[in-house]
Each structure stands twice: as structure tokens, then as C-alpha cells.
């Protein structure tokens, strides 16, 4: 491994972490830190680019702000994760895998207010999808409780099923076990 490449990706770990606490609702300069990262390290760090959000040109400022922003904290957590590695890309894919399970435990006993503040924390999920997560969960709630048979429940939630079944593995894992707790 070279001196070179450790010291590259250590400073700019360093220095987007500080761009990003004093910048973060800037999308100038949020667009060119993600272009910096992503244009430098896409031949470098094996995966760095896997799962980015695409921005649309119909987004307005906001939500072009907040992609962004979402795009440079995977980057820049990719950057930990192939420097956690031993800055190798030499089994970084299996590293990547191991690190997502430790993140994405299931847990079947939480609470629905447990899971909105779990989606609120996540940072590879923009401001805007969740606030429409957090609309659905208060929906799925509402309709859990209800003084219903299993059946009918289950039939006023599959829509909710079949839109969980395009969010992203992170949310989805948060989320399923609300429906298998079904009473």
C-alpha cells in the first residue's frame, strides 16, 4: 500500500467531514465535493459509486441539496470502509457486506416510534423520502390498530407491502417485521 494513497484518503475523509458540517444545505458546494469524491476515487475505491441517487434535473434546489449530500456521506463512509480495510480493495466487497449486517439487524420487538427514529437517523436516505416513510408508517399504524379481523388488515395493508417492496434493503429490514407482528 502506498504512503500516498493513505495519506490522500485520510485527508479527504478529514476534510469533507468539515465540508459537509459547515456546508451541508449548500448544494454548490455539496455538488462539487460529490463530484471531487466521485471523480477521484472511481478507478481507486472498488464500489464507490454502487447505489448513489441519481439527480433528477426536475428536482428543485432542496431536494437536489440533500441528494447531494446523501451521495457524499456513502462516499465518504465507502472511504472509511476501504480504509478500515487496510485501503485495499482486496476483499473490500465481503468488508462492505459485513459492515451492512452489522448495521441492518432486524429487531421484531420495535416499537413504531423506535422505527421512525431509526429512518430519521439513516444517512443514505434523502430529507424528502423520509418524510414520505414516516407518512407510511403513521398510515400502517393507524391501520394495525384497528378493531379488525387479520384478513381485513391484511388486505388494507398490501399496498403498503408491494411500496416497502421498492425502498431501499435498509428500510425495508425496519420495516417487514411491523406486518409479521400483525394482530
Same mark, same amino acid.
Given at each position: 500500500m502506498s504512503e500516498n494513497i493513505v495519506g490522500m484518503v485520510n485527508e479527504d475523509i478529514d476534510t469533507s467531514r468539515s465540508i459537509l458540517r459547515d456546508y451541508s444545505h449548500d448544494k454548490e458546494t455539496m455538488e462539487? %465535493? !460529490?463530484n471531487y469524491l %466521485? !471523480?477521484?476515487y472511481i478507478e481507486v475505491v472498488k464500489n464507490i459509486a454502487d447505489g448513489l441517487a441519481v439527480i433528477s434535473p426536475y428536482s428543485n434546489t432542496v431536494e437536489m441539496t440533500s441528494i447531494?449530500?446523501?451521495?457524499?456521506e456513502k462516499i465518504i463512509k465507502r472511504l472509511e470502509?476501504?480504509?478500515g480495510n487496510g485501503y485495499s480493495n482486496r476483499g473490500l466487497l465481503e468488508y462492505y457486506i459485513e459492515c451492512e449486517n452489522q448495521n441492518n439487524n432486524i429487531d421484531s420487538t420495535a416499537s413504531i416510534s423506535d422505527i421512525i427514529i431509526d429512518i430519521g437517523m439513516m444517512d443514505n436516505i434523502p430529507i424528502f423520502e423520509k418524510e414520505e416513510i414516516i407518512r407510511k408508517l403513521q398510515e400502517i399504524d393507524e391501520i394495525s390498530s384497528r378493531l379488525e379481523t387479520k384478513s381485513k388488515k391484511w388486505e388494507l395493508l398490501r399496498p403498503y407491502v408491494l411500496w416497502l417492496s421498492g425502498?431501499?434493503?435498509s428500510v425495508a429490514i425496519k420495516i417487514l417485521p411491523l406486518?409479521?407482528?400483525?394482530?
Amino acid at each position: 500500500m502506498s504512503e500516498n494513497i493513505v495519506g490522500m484518503v485520510n485527508e479527504d475523509i478529514d476534510t469533507s467531514r468539515s465540508i459537509l458540517r459547515d456546508y451541508s444545505h449548500d448544494k454548490e458546494t455539496m455538488e462539487k %465535493l !460529490f463530484n471531487y469524491l %466521485l !471523480f477521484k476515487y472511481i478507478e481507486v475505491v472498488k464500489n464507490i459509486a454502487d447505489g448513489l441517487a441519481v439527480i433528477s434535473p426536475y428536482s428543485n434546489t432542496v431536494e437536489m441539496t440533500s441528494i447531494y449530500r446523501e451521495n457524499v456521506e456513502k462516499i465518504i463512509k465507502r472511504l472509511e470502509m476501504f480504509k478500515g480495510n487496510g485501503y485495499s480493495n482486496r476483499g473490500l466487497l465481503e468488508y462492505y457486506i459485513e459492515c451492512e449486517n452489522q448495521n441492518n439487524n432486524i429487531d421484531s420487538t420495535a416499537s413504531i416510534s423506535d422505527i421512525i427514529i431509526d429512518i430519521g437517523m439513516m444517512d443514505n436516505i434523502p430529507i424528502f423520502e423520509k418524510e414520505e416513510i414516516i407518512r407510511k408508517l403513521q398510515e400502517i399504524d393507524e391501520i394495525s390498530s384497528r378493531l379488525e379481523t387479520k384478513s381485513k388488515k391484511w388486505e388494507l395493508l398490501r399496498p403498503y407491502v408491494l411500496w416497502l417492496s421498492g425502498k431501499d434493503y435498509s428500510v425495508a429490514i425496519k420495516i417487514l417485521p411491523l406486518f409479521l407482528r400483525l394482530r
